[in-house]
């Protein structure tokens, strides 16, 4: 089945034809490991996962990327601001490096709470300063790029389209019009971007590498070319992010990608929409921001939050709310628990399982409708298959949704047989009119936290925790 996406470059949804049908490649920008990560991070990395197992779902074997940002990024997006790493070094009386070492130990550990399968290649930047040097020295070569008071430069007027990732006009990207940029004299032309800092505003600057443009540091979009061209090829299929890296971040990646390269670098871009709190775009330079580890601490499954993803689609916002949390931790106990009841019983149907294996790819290869995919689930809980069917799909869907619905323990058989009498005995009750004792056979199980539940499928319990 051919996957149809959404491509920002050509913003439409195109069919997904990648360079070589053997293998899929995929690079992810990676966090910048100053702080947690916040859940609106984890969003879009939900996303990107979704995306990774849905093609190896189709049939694609994919090879993927990530980088670990632990020098140059700034607080602005562009060449402004405060050095991110510096400022969580300063923080918490730390040096750099081990800042760095503590945020990815603490990301990697946030990913497996939400079942995010981690990158078969995973990159610090700071371990590949040799590439960014090799790039930018082609670069400067080449004509597109060139040293002006001591940093190195990229020309984008020597592109021909450098605006083409952004729906935006260029005079609403530079100085005075984008919140933040400030002005830079030693530029050629206010939208270029920096290559390779020398003259650090930043005089305690950790991190410096000696380079043929001067004692320095890379700028902070070079990274992400640099990986992803050493470890993925020339050719990139599909390049991920969320939606406030289209600009100007994977702007300057093909713009010094394709200036390097000499030809087209990435086909698809696939951003993903934030999540934001009531205030706005949940961030972490607002400080007070969610993570995985507070969700916890408030009684949430993480999966919770994956399951609230996969709802919705991954090209809408999401405003959190605790309400809309709450709403989700309710419908996701119920899955389980359905899921649960489930007896492993009836004949294997493997007409019915490809039927449903057909719908629930159909749903995610639309440009991933997770939430349709869900559904397709639901209807699989429903249907006239039997018990043993039902399992091996559930468990067959679950490699994508990755929200543990079969690992979940097993109920104890004693417990499970005095529940099924106790229904049994209730519907006995009810048959006969006697709705006293029907009422008491649900408080006794309550009394033990067994809530049952009518439902147009017949009874089904659950067990609150
Ligand atoms: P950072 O650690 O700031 O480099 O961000 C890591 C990833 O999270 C990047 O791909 C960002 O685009 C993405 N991101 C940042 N804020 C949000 C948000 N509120 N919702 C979804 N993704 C976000
Ligand atoms: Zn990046």
Same mark, same amino acid.
């Given at each position: 089945?051919t996957m149809?996406?959404y491509?920002?470059?050509t913003?439409?949804?195109?069919?997904?034809?990648?360079?070589?049908?053997?293998?899929?490649?995929?690079?992810?920008?990676g966090?910048?490991?100053?702080?947690?990560?916040?859940i609106?991070n984890?969003?879009?990395y939900?996303?990107e996962?979704?995306?990774?197992?849905?093609?190896? %779902?189709?049939?694609y074997?994919?090879?993927?990327?990530?980088?670990?940002t632990?020098?140059?990024?700034?607080?602005s997006?562009?060449?402004?601001?405060?050095d991110?790493?510096?400022k969580?070094?300063?923080?918490?009386?730390?040096?750099?490096?081990?800042?760095?070492?503590?945020?990815?130990?603490i990301?990697?550990?946030?990913c497996?709470?939400?079942n995010?399968?981690?990158p078969?290649?995973?990159?610090?930047?700071?371990?590949?300063?040799?590439?960014?040097?090799e790039?930018?020295?082609?670069?400067?070569?080449?004509?597109?790029?060139?040293?002006?008071?001591?940093?190195?430069?990229?020309?984008?007027?020597?592109?021909e389209?450098?605006?083409?990732?952004?729906n935006?006009?260029?005079?609403?990207?530079?100085?005075?019009?984008?919140e933040?940029?400030?002005?830079?004299?030693?530029?050629?032309?206010?939208?270029?971007?920096v290559?390779?800092?020398?003259? =650090?505003?930043?005089?305690?600057?950790?991190?410096?590498?000696?380079s043929p443009?001067?004692?320095?540091?890379?700028?902070?979009?070079?990274? +992400?070319?640099?990986i992803?061209?050493? %470890?993925?090829?020339?050719?990139?299929?599909?390049?991920c992010?969320?939606?406030?890296?289209?600009?100007?971040?994977?702007?300057?990646?093909?713009?010094?990608?394709?200036?390097?390269?000499?030809?087209?670098? +990435?086909?698809?871009?696939?951003?993903?929409?934030?999540?934001?709190?009531?205030?706005?775009?949940? =961030?972490?330079?607002?400080?007070d921001?969610?993570?995985?580890?507070?969700?916890?601490?408030?009684?949430?499954?993480?999966?919770?939050?994956?399951?609230?993803?996969?709802?919705?689609?991954?090209?809408?916002?999401?405003?959190?709310?605790?309400?809309?949390?709450?709403?989700?931790?309710?419908?996701?106990?119920?899955?389980?628990?359905?899921?649960k009841?489930?007896?492993?019983?009836?004949?294997?149907?493997?007409?019915?399982?490809?039927?449903?294996?057909?719908?629930?790819?159909?749903?995610?290869?639309?440009?991933?409708?997770?939430?349709?995919?869900?559904?397709?689930?639901?209807?699989?809980?429903?249907?006239?298959?039997?018990?043993?069917?039902?399992?091996h799909?559930?468990?067959?869907?679950?490699?994508?949704?990755?929200?543990?619905?079969?690992?979940?323990?097993?109920?104890?058989?004693?417990?499970?047989?005095y529940?099924?009498?106790?229904?049994?005995?209730?519907?006995?009750?009810?048959?006969?009119?006697?709705?006293?004792?029907?009422?008491?056979?649900?408080?006794?199980?309550?009394?033990?936290?067994?809530i049952?539940?009518?439902?147009?499928?017949?009874?089904?319990?659950?067990?609150?925790?």
């Amino acid at each position: 089945m051919t996957m149809q996406l959404y491509n920002t470059l050509t913003r439409q949804i195109e069919k997904f034809v990648p360079f070589n049908e053997r293998q899929v490649t995929l690079y992810t920008c990676g966090p910048t490991v100053y702080h947690y990560a916040h859940i609106g991070n984890m969003r879009s990395y939900i996303s990107e996962d979704v995306l990774e197992k849905t093609l190896n %779902y189709l049939g694609y074997k994919v090879k993927r990327c990530m980088n670990i940002t632990d020098v140059g990024h700034l607080t602005s997006d562009s060449d402004s601001g405060d050095d991110k790493m510096l400022k969580g070094a300063k923080r918490e009386h730390m040096s750099v490096l081990d800042i760095a070492k503590k945020y990815t130990d603490i990301f990697f550990q946030d990913c497996a709470l939400l079942n995010i399968k981690k990158p078969e290649i995973v990159v610090p930047a700071t371990t590949c300063i040799d590439k960014y040097i090799e790039m930018i020295k082609v670069l400067l070569d080449k004509g597109y790029a060139y040293q002006s008071n001591g940093n190195v430069y990229f020309d984008i007027t020597k592109l021909e389209d450098y605006y083409a990732l952004t729906n935006h006009k260029e005079d609403e990207m530079v100085v005075g019009i984008r919140e933040g940029v400030e002005r830079d004299d030693s530029k050629h032309n206010q939208g270029d971007f920096v290559l390779w800092f020398t003259k =650090s505003k930043f005089e305690d600057q950790e991190l410096k590498w000696d380079s043929p443009f001067g004692v320095g540091y890379p700028g902070w979009h070079i990274e +992400c070319s640099a990986i992803s061209i050493n %470890y993925l090829g020339e050719f990139l299929d599909i390049h991920c992010g969320a939606v406030d890296n289209i600009f100007p971040h994977h702007t300057n990646e093909i713009a010094q990608s394709e200036a390097y390269l000499g030809h087209e670098w +990435c086909h698809y871009w696939f951003h993903t929409e934030h999540l934001n709190d009531k205030t706005g775009k949940m =961030s972490k330079s607002k400080g007070d921001f969610l993570t995985v580890n507070s969700l916890k601490e408030k009684g949430y499954n993480p999966l919770v939050f994956r399951y609230m993803c996969l709802s919705s689609h991954y090209r809408k916002q999401i405003v959190f709310d605790f309400d809309n949390l709450d709403n989700m931790k309710e419908a996701y106990t119920k899955l389980v628990n359905r899921v649960k009841n489930l007896k492993d019983d009836g004949p294997m149907q493997p007409e019915k399982i490809k039927e449903y294996q057909e719908k629930f790819k159909r749903a995610l290869a639309d440009d991933l409708n997770t939430s349709f995919a869900l559904t397709v689930l639901y209807e699989v809980l429903k249907a006239d298959i039997s018990g043993k069917s039902k399992l091996h799909l559930i468990a067959d869907f679950d490699q994508v949704l990755s929200l543990n619905l079969l690992t979940n323990e097993k109920i104890d058989p004693a417990l499970l047989s005095y529940i099924e009498n106790k229904i049994k005995e209730r519907a006995l009750a009810k048959q006969n009119k006697e709705f006293d004792k029907a009422d008491a056979i649900r408080a006794e199980l309550f009394a033990q936290n067994i809530i049952i539940n009518d439902t147009r499928e017949g009874t089904t319990f659950e067990i609150r925790q």
